[in-house]
């Protein structure tokens, strides 16, 4: 069947979403402050409307909000032009990761509008987004779930029902950052210390892809190592540390101790200076 979704986001993981669900058949009407964004998500046959309120006026029941982080979710929600001044019953499904008590405080808020709010986080990258392989883990009640359904499997391939209350795909997705996270510090360390004997890097990677240091990252180095090499303030490491943070703020707030996710936060905090002068002094060398 045939809906209006209403989608709020539409950069680098919101795009492949909503273009997911164009090629599903739905007619999605889409917001986004970037003119470059909105070239983009015209293109793949995205309705451009000029505001989340928009987004919602125009859909037939649900939105979808996928942006960056707290502070814009609850602008493009609550704002003068957010999704609860249109007045009507809408679901809005916030994609976007940001911890268990800011949206059980948001849901509160929404709530008060007429809005169900639903945390459907996710994984898989901006390359999962365009392919519809994305992981989505969803909190909500399940006839909700069941209504939503049909959606989300044109945007992901495993999709996990976590819980009926709001907040706990927050806690999901966090996890699954965390694990991340540290792995990846981990995979940083091997090449450190692999570097230093002369071990090939791609070498070290076939490697650790058939013994017990094969991971997620290992397999994806490709993918990861770019993130290190070509820092961009702002976007995907920044991301990542963004929610490392969001850990431990839950964590003190729940008094229960994460000491691996506090070291792993204070490191990455500098291991990309750290990498950029590792890489200059080794060109240095190879000069010399």
């Given at each position: 069947?045939?809906?209006?979704?209403?989608?709020?986001?539409?950069?680098?993981?919101?795009?492949?979403?909503?273009?997911?669900?164009?090629?599903?058949?739905?007619?999605?009407?889409?917001?986004d402050p970037s003119p470059e964004r909105r070239e983009k998500a015209a293109e793949a046959g995205v309705r451009l409307v000029d505001s989340p309120l928009d987004a919602a006026k125009a859909?037939?029941?649900?939105?979808?909000?996928?942006?960056?982080?707290?502070?814009?979710?609850?602008?493009?929600?609550?704002?003068?032009q957010g999704v609860a001044r249109a007045d009507r019953p809408v679901t809005a499904v916030v994609a976007s990761t940001l911890d268990p008590s800011t949206m059980k405080a948001l849901a509160a808020e929404l709530g008060g509008h007429g809005v169900t709010a639903v945390d459907t986080t996710m994984s898989g990258g901006p390359w999962g987004a365009e392919a519809?392989?994305?992981?989505?883990?969803?909190?909500?009640?399940?006839?909700?779930f069941g209504r939503l359904r049909p959606l989300l499997d044109?945007?992901?391939?495993?999709?996990?029902?976590?819980?009926?209350e709001v907040g706990t795909a927050q806690a999901a997705k966090?996890?699954?950052q965390l694990t991340f996270g540290i792995n990846m510090m981990g995979v940083f360390e091997a090449i450190r210390l692999a570097d230093e004997y002369g071990v090939d890097e791609g070498r070290l990677m076939e490697m650790l892809s058939v013994s017990v240091g094969g991971s997620w990252v290992v397999d994806n180095w490709r993918r990861v190592k770019p993130w290190w090499e070509h820092y961009v303030p702002g976007e995907d490491l920044d991301i990542l540390l963004k929610d490392m943070r969001s850990v431990q703020r839950e964590a003190d707030e729940g008094d229960f101790p994460m000491p691996v996710t506090a070291l792993s936060f204070q490191l990455m905090r500098h291991v990309w200076p750290a990498w950029a002068a590792l890489k200059d002094a080794r060109a240095g060398e190879a000069r010399e």
């Open positions: 069947m045939t809906e209006s979704i209403g989608f709020i986001g539409l950069g680098a993981m919101g795009l492949g979403m909503a273009a997911n669900l164009v090629k599903g058949g739905h007619d999605v009407h889409g917001y859909s037939s029941g649900v939105v979808i909000s996928v942006v960056r982080d707290a502070a814009q979710t609850r602008e493009v929600l609550l704002g003068e519809g392989t994305l992981t989505l883990m969803v909190s909500a009640p399940a006839e909700v044109l945007m992901g391939r495993n999709i996990f029902h976590v819980g009926d966090l996890a699954v």
